[in-house]
């Protein structure tokens, strides 16, 4: 079945970086955009990015720029999220999440998720 | 960045209740607007998108109404499953934002 996978829990000092992964498997990796999410505990989701898969193009929420790289590797089946800079409130929960359809439709709704990667940064 | 605000932040019914939620955006998201529910510990799953379009295998209870900025989320009879809490998503522009949640509980 169509599903992500997403690296284990990751505790870091501030600072440091964290890199985490999203494997896809159950559907053509390279048709689809992967978009990265986080979740504070207690609140909102917050976008982060979003690659195009087939042709590797970024896209970052000005919030993350400078800090956040999305990447792909697609003999791998697997996109990547790497923030540097970590800072105390960088702790969260971060999503991988497909869209609806493929990279010719418009509708930017995600039903399929990863399970969620728990990063804390903790000194 | 267009804000998306959710109201009430929580709610309690019955079950069989017909539930309501609002979602308001900042500026005019046509119908680019997506509903999801999210259990604790989970991650979110679609339920609405574009406003009024059901996701595969939804229940057809939940529904989704609304354009421009305004915009509503029903439950047409509530039922024990459905406790979770439940935000918006606009896709008008980037970055892509969330409402801020409504935790529907059971009375």
Known sequence: QVQLVQSGAEVKKPGASVKVSCKASGYTFTSYAIHWMRQAPGQRLEWMGWINVGNGNTKYSQKFQGRVTISSDTSANTAYMELSGLRFEDTAVYYCARPICSLSCHYIAFDIWGQGTLVTASS | ?107
């Not at chain 2, 900042?26 to 979110?44: C, E, H, M, T």
């Not at chain 2, 295998?57 to 809490?85: C, H, K, M, N, Y």
């Not at chain 2, 918006?88 to 970055?95: A, G, K, L, N, S």
């Open chain 2, 1 to 107: 960045d267009i804000q998306m605000t959710q109201s009430p932040s929580s709610l309690s019914a019955s079950v069989g209740d017909r539930v309501t939620i609002s979602c308001r955006a900042s500026q005019d998201i046509s119908s680019y607007l997506n509903w999801y529910q999210q259990k604790p510990g989970k991650a979110p799953k679609l339920l609405i998108y574009d406003a009024s379009n059901f996701d595969t295998g939804v229940p057809s209870r939940f529904s989704g109404s609304g354009s421009g900025t305004d915009f509503t989320f029903t439950i047409s009879s509530l039922q024990p499953e459905d406790i979770a809490t439940y935000f918006c998503q606009q896709y008008d522009d980037f970055p892509l934002t969330f409402g801020g949640g409504t935790r529907v509980e059971i009375k």
